[in-house]
């Protein structure tokens, strides 16, 4: 009597656990990339309200003349530096947001701009940073 195995390989592929897989993986990484912590800066971009302000910022361009040199200008008169802070106190008193611009050359040092940054932290306006045009 002839003894018959019954072990047949069987050539069926199960792809329901590769589709559960496929799901927790969705999930876990669904639920990580929302507890991301963006390190961005915290920047303040301007808002656009389609009207023209009541009266246009204060603006203060610096020119560069040597590496120890820097002429300031506020509005299109020359000023000095310490004098800056009160003609921009003086002018932007009654304004309910006071702004004002900043117009470096671009081979000023870093410092000395920073400077007239460090005057608008101080009384608490806002600065909008520019570049003269070529």
Known sequence: ???????????????????????LLLIFF?????LINNNALDLLLPKSTNQ???????DVS??????????Y????KPVLLEELEPLLQDDLKDNPEPTF????????AVGKVVYV??????????VLLSTIPE
């Not at 200008?73 to 299109?76: E, I, L, V």
């Open 30 to 34: 669904l639920i990580t990339s929302t």
């Open 52 to 58: 023209v302000p009541q009266k246009p910022p204060a």
């Open 117 to 126: 940054m460090n005057i608008a932290k101080r009384n608490g306006y806002k």
């Open 1 to 23: 009597m002839a003894i018959k195995r019954n072990t047949k390989v069987t050539t069926e592929f199960s792809s329901s656990s590769m589709s559960d897989l496929v799901f």
């Open 101 to 108: 611009t900043i117009s470096p050359d671009e081979r000023i």
């Open 62 to 71: 610096m020119k560069y003349i040597d590496a120890e040199t820097v002429e």
């Open 73 to 76: 200008f506020f509005g299109s």
